[in-house]
């Protein structure tokens, strides 16, 4: 027991010889009944280097797992691998690919990858469900969700074909799809997906399981935008202590926990305690994927957002510059999160007095948010908030209480279509 004690602290260490250890396992194919380690067989070079990868995704370090993975297709294409061999080399790079925020590449290998699972399996096999589950995904994070939706209804019609209701393996497929609504502003809807999803969760996973900690998460931030913060805080709490003992305190996997937390506290009016959550997020996601990922401009626009609503103008100008410019050149002009940077910068130029700049962004953050996704969505009445501070500020009253009407006529419609919604939904 004394011994056991000793070792706890080491805590790094005894990670880094676990990784090891797999690595040993999967390059030299230990035998266990000889006890010694033999080389590893010609044609499985490609699959080594996959397992090898994949440790390294699993802990979130990308930029060690893209050489292995990138090697690994490169070896299953000169060695004339099977179909079957290929794809999971094209499919394994689409993830890593859009975790590091490269999404145009991970959707041309996902694509790619998919169609030779299409010719090796038949066509509801539960392996192409995955791979449809990682195309919506990468749409998701494009912004493009009306060609994420039929991709993941597909998804989980195979997986109901052939899986009983109450399968675990049902459960990933009912998160994605809730994460996809509250994207789409349908909160009451995912609710019912998530609670479905949970249940199975916590029946399979069970509640300290790191899975049931992310699903917790997202629960919880769909909760702050529903303005229910208590029980936000109370899920998040939760699963915080669920990753940081997995994880460790610091872990930048444990980014987006932080940033549902410091929306509670930016709720709560706590903007110090909000700040530190958001500057930890940022100074997390930026050592390790570097200051140009889509993610690192998400947590730079909340923190503009904060630094606005605190009356740091100065700190939010910079912020959010440099938001909205990582944002367009990651994800596009045309990316919802983008059009919420763009607002942001818009209420900036409002209180320096810029109006015509101000109207300009408005306008376009209105037009790519209707675009994507309608003209009801939360997110199309916090834009039309901005121009109607706007509009008072350069004295057209009439402008302004027309569009006062049009966000009273998209809160009544969510609140009969989808339920309450928090004043401040920005996603």
Same mark, same amino acid.
């Given at each position: 027991m004394a011994a056991v004690k000793e070792l706890l602290p080491k805590r &790094?260490?005894? %990670? @880094?010889?676990?990784?090891?250890? /797999?690595?040993? *396992?999967?390059?030299? @194919?230990? $035998?266990? =009944?000889? #006890?010694r380690p033999s080389p590893i067989k010609r044609g499985c070079s490609s699959r080594a280097l996959r397992a090898m990868a994949r440790v390294y995704m699993a802990y979130g370090d990308y930029t060690k797992a893209q050489p292995l993975a990138e090697q690994a297709l490169t070896l299953a294409k000169t060695k004339d691998s099977s179909d079957l061999q290929l794809s999971l080399c094209l499919i394994d790079l689409a993830w890593l690919y859009k975790n590091q925020g490269k999404l145009a590449d991970a959707e041309r290998m996902c694509k790619? #990858? *998919? &169609?030779?699972?299409? %010719? /090796?399996?038949? &066509? $509801?096999?539960?392996?192409?469900?995955?791979? *449809?589950?990682n195309l919506s995904s990468i749409y998701q994070e494009q912004g493009k969700y009306r060609q994420a939706k039929p991709v993941l209804e597909r998804a989980m019609d195979i997986m109901q074909k052939t899986h009983p209701p109450d399968d675990q393996v049902i459960a990933p497929f009912q998160v994605d799809i809730a994460e996809l609504l509250v994207a789409q502003g349908n909160f009451a809807e995912a609710e019912i997906y998530y609670q479905s999803a949970l249940a199975l969760i916590n029946n399979s996973y069970g509640p300290n399981h790191l899975y049931t900690a992310s699903v917790l998460g997202s629960i919880a931030k769909l909760y702050t935008l529903q303005g229910r913060y208590n029980e936000a805080e109370t899920l998040i709490n939760g699963a915080l202590v669920i990753q940081q003992k997995v994880y460790g305190p610091d872990h930048h996997l444990i980014a987006p926990t932080w940033l549902t937390m410091a929306r509670i506290y930016k709720a709560k009016e706590d903007y110090a305690g909000a700040e530190k959550l958001v500057q930890r997020a940022l100074d997390a996601v930026e050592n390790k994927q570097g200051s140009e990922h889509p993610l690192v401009g998400k947590v730079l626009n909340l923190l503009g957002e904060l630094y606005i609503t605190d009356g740091k103008y100065a700190e939010a100008e910079r912020i959010c510059r440099r938001a909205a410019n990582v944002l367009e050149s990651s994800l596009g002009e045309d990316n919802d999160f983008t059009a919420m940077a763009f607002n942001n910068l818009a209420r900036l130029y409002i209180h320096k007095g810029n109006y015509a700049r101000a109207n300009e962004l408005c306008q376009k953050a209105l037009?790519? *948010?209707? @675009?994507v996704f309608d003209r009801?969505?939360? @997110?199309?009445? =916090?834009?039309?908030?901005t121009m109607v501070q706007l509009h008072h500020k350069a004295g057209n009253l009439a402008e302004a209480a027309k569009l006062d009407q049009r966000i009273e006529e998209i809160r009544a419609y969510r609140q009969v279509a989808y339920g309450p919604i928090a004043m401040d939904s920005k996603q």
């Open positions: &790094k260490n005894v %990670k @880094n010889f676990a990784f090891a250890l /797999v690595c040993c *396992l999967v390059l030299f @194919n230990v $035998d266990v =009944v000889q #006890g790619s #990858g *998919l &169609k030779l699972q299409e %010719k /090796v399996y038949y &066509k $509801d096999h539960p392996y192409i469900a995955y791979t *449809l589950r037009q790519t *948010l209707e @675009n009801n969505h939360p @997110n199309v009445a =916090v834009v039309l908030e």
